[in-house]
């Protein structure tokens, strides 16, 4: 059950980088939705779900 014989990083190194890959894409999307949010996106509807109809 070996890895990649070229990567020869530790489990516990693999994991840290993509712990570390994660929390870029994640600042990355909180700067995306602070940034729509003070543009008015989210207001205007943007990438929002649209309500359900009532009574159906």
């Known amino acids: ?3 990649k014989p070229d990567n ?7 994991l840290a980088a993509k712990l ?3 929390l870029r894409r994640r600042k990355g999307q ?19 779900l649209p309500k359900p109809a009532e009574g159906g």
Do not use: V
Request: a negative charge; charged letters at 40%.
């Open 1 to 3: 059950m070996d890895c």
């Open 20 to 22: 570390r890959e994660n």
């Open 30 to 48: 909180a700067r995306e939705m602070a940034r729509d949010a003070a543009t008015g996106a989210s207001e205007s509807g943007g990438d929002a």
């Open 8 to 14: 020869n990083l530790s489990r516990e190194e693999r």
